[in-house]
């Protein structure tokens, strides 16, 4: 049984580096708006530039969940969250947004290493490389969705940190 894998996916998306940091550095705003499934997502606490949200999400074709998840914010680029209760416990996931070409485009890679809690397939269950095939096939739909929410909105002014957002 595999315990645990990495996997990836990524999306080029129309609009800039800071576009995009500004949806995925403010999970209150942004996150139920464009995650499918998700219901909601609360900050419950802020120090400094670790910030902790709990979101609750149904997942297509499986069960409704919770997860409380721990994030460290690095400059415009990146966020690491790790996985700290419920759904996929002690998992890592990394945001990654990087330029590409032009200022109006940005890479930006879903990636992490989880511990499965739900049934992947048959081979994923003896496989890390089938188990992270599956598991990107699963957070395409997320990361299609960003771009699609990101490529739809208006210029954002936030995004400089976690600063900005209330613990309200």
């Excluded at 464009?34 to 999400?57: I, N, Q, T």
């Excluded at 460290?72 to 947004?97: C, F, M, N, Q």
Aim: charged share 25%; net charge positive.
């Amino acid at each position: 049984m595999v315990k645990s894998f990495r996997f990836e996916t990524e999306a080029t998306v129309n609009a800039p580096v800071d576009q995009c940091w500004a949806v995925l550095s403010d999970p209150k705003t942004h996150r139920a708006k464009w995650e499918p499934g998700c219901k909601e997502a609360r900050v419950v606490g802020r120090s400094g530039m670790f910030l902790v949200v709990e979101v609750d999400r149904h997942l297509p074709a499986g069960p409704s969940i919770r997860r409380k998840l721990r994030g460290a914010l690095h400059p415009v680029g990146r966020i690491d969250w790790t996985v700290e209760e419920g759904y996929e416990k002690g998992s890592k996931i990394w945001d990654v947004i990087q330029p590409v070409g032009d200022e109006n485009k940005s890479r930006v890679v879903f990636s992490g290493e989880i511990l499965p809690e739900t049934g992947l397939g048959l081979a994923a269950a003896f496989s890390r490389q089938a188990a992270a095939r599956a598991y990107a096939l699963r957070v395409k739909p997320d990361l299609e969705a960003f771009k699609k929410y990101v490529e739809g909105l208006p210029p954002l002014s936030q995004g400089e940190g976690w600063a900005y957002i209330n613990l309200e």
